[in-house]
């Protein structure tokens, strides 16, 4: 069975630090580009970060460039997303997610899901 299972969410004070990670199983993960996106309530979802399989190239959304640090550990078919000085709006449920191709932005490339961790960043 494909898997995907985030963890790492919680609360944290605004300006400290968070480090999410996404457990694969069930498919071959160094194959995989990994993105992270983010939902808040009300808002339409949105990525946040990518890495690569080909090459390990990153992508950063604007609102978070900076701050926050994807990364992977292919031995452990596991993805990071590294959060330093997060903001009070990047509360948001996050979610991993992988697709067959190059990093892209574009949702529907994504083959493969996880549940969802929530982050709440307090002010």
């Known amino acids: 069975e494909v898997q995907l299972v985030e963890s790492g969410g919680g609360l944290v004070q605004a300006g400290g630090s968070l480090r999410l990670s996404c457990a694969a199983s069930?498919?071959?993960?160094?194959?995989?580009?990994i993105g992270w996106f983010r939902q808040a309530p009300g808002k339409e979802r949105e990525g946040v970060s990518c890495?690569?399989?080909?090459?390990?190239?990153?992508y950063y959304a604007d609102s978070v460039k900076g701050r926050f640090s994807i990364s992977r550990d292919n031995a452990k078919n596991t993805a990071y997303l590294q959060m330093v000085s997060p903001k009070p709006e990047d509360t948001a449920v996050y979610y991993c997610?992988?697709?067959?191709?190059?990093?892209?932005?574009?949702?529907?490339?994504?083959?493969?899901w996880g549940q969802g961790t929530q982050v709440t960043v307090s002010s």
């Open positions: 997610a992988a697709a067959p191709g190059p990093c892209t932005w574009y949702d529907l490339d994504y083959d493969y």
């Open positions: 069930g498919f071959t993960f160094d194959d995989y580009t």
């Open positions: 890495i690569s399989s080909r090459d390990g190239s990153t």
